[in-house]
């Protein structure tokens, strides 16, 4: 039973480092990226849509996306998308074509992504905090329930605490690696 309390915990912590990791991606740094336009949502047939199914994203070069739509009726709406999402990016559109230069970050600007990066990394710590929290409640009422001992209880919460402090190491590392690729001009 606690290990599969222990596997369950986790299984979630994982999960808030990869939601931390895709939140990191929304954060752009001067280079060009597809994944930096994974939260624009486009209205397709009166329905939401994200980008990525309704056009084709590339990186032209280190400093341009390319976003090709797969119908050429889209092209206002995306262009509309880009604009309203909070990226501060300008879209320019050719054709069929639309391309988005990547403005070079200023050093409040770099301050900012880092600011915000710190503020999702700590939130991904609470949200693995929260999981300690929840599986350290389970393992309780075990004790309650006198299917496990009060020794029992203990080891498992210190091994707890230790996939918990891994995790948040995780999460370090994670925040000291865009910080840093936020800071290289």
Request: glycine residues 4%; aromatic residues 4%; negative net charge.
């Amino acid at each position: 039973m606690i290990e599969d309390i222990k596997k369950d915990a986790k299984t979630r912590m994982g999960k808030a480092l990869d939601a931390l990791a895709g939140n990191f991606n929304k954060i752009r740094t001067g280079r060009a990226h597809p994944s930096i336009l994974d939260g624009i949502q486009v209205s397709y047939y009166g329905s939401d849509t994200p980008l990525s199914q309704v056009a084709n994203v590339t990186v032209e070069d280190a400093r341009t996306l390319s976003v090709t739509p797969w119908e050429k009726n889209l092209v206002p709406d995306i262009e509309k998308a880009i604009m309203k999402s909070d990226l501060g990016l300008n879209p320019s559109t050719a054709g069929a074509v639309i391309r988005i230069p990547m403005p070079m970050l200023t050093e409040e600007t770099r301050k900012n992504f880092i600011r915000q990066a710190r503020g999702e990394a700590e939130t991904a710590r609470v949200s693995i905090r929260n999981i300690r929290r929840d599986s350290l409640a389970e393992v309780k009422s075990l004790v309650k329930d006198k299917e496990i001992s009060e020794d029992d209880e203990r080891r498992a919460g210190d091994e707890i605490q230790k996939i918990t402090d891994q995790f948040v190491a995780d999460v370090d590392k994670s925040l000291a690696a865009k910080e840093k690729d936020l800071m290289e001009i």
